[in-house]
């Protein structure tokens, strides 16, 4: 069973930076394609980005967050991280990692294309 365990949010002043992680258990993590997604209060979930599994190895990110945010892997930890800098309040939502262990372009955005998620974890960009 594929478990994800968010870690790494907290609150932070507007202008500054956050790393989130996500370590998977039960499987091993660049064998997954692992997306971010948060949801605002009141907002629907939204895509933030993601990273397909090895074979595909290509990196997405939403517009609004193209060029602060950033995903990387560290296989050894089986880990997925999430830097975000230049943090503005727009980004504070609870975030969430998912998985999957296929790798299909047409719905790395959507959802509906990851079987396994996290428990979310907040993160508040207020002064």
């Known amino acids: 069973q594929v478990q994800l365990v968010e870690s790494g949010g907290g609150l932070v002043q507007p202008g500054g930076s956050l790393r989130l992680s996500c370590t998977v258990s039960?499987?091993?993590?660049?064998?997954?394609?692992v997306g971010w997604f948060r949801q605002a209060p009141g907002k629907e979930r939204e895509f933030v980005g993601a990273l397909r599994r090895l074979g595909a190895n290509t990196y997405h990110y939403a517009d609004s967050v193209k060029g602060r945010f950033t995903i990387s892997r560290d296989n050894a930890k089986n880990t997925v991280y999430l830097q975000m800098n230049n943090l503005n309040p727009e980004d504070t939502a609870v975030y969430y990692c998912?998985?999957?262990?296929?790798?299909?372009?047409?719905?790395?955005?959507?959802?509906?294309?990851?079987?396994?998620w996290g428990q979310g974890t907040q993160v508040t960009v207020a002064s």
């Open positions: 998912a998985a999957d262990a296929e790798s299909i372009l047409s719905v790395v955005r959507l959802e509906t294309g990851y079987r396994y």
């Open positions: 039960g499987g091993t993590v660049s064998r997954y394609t």
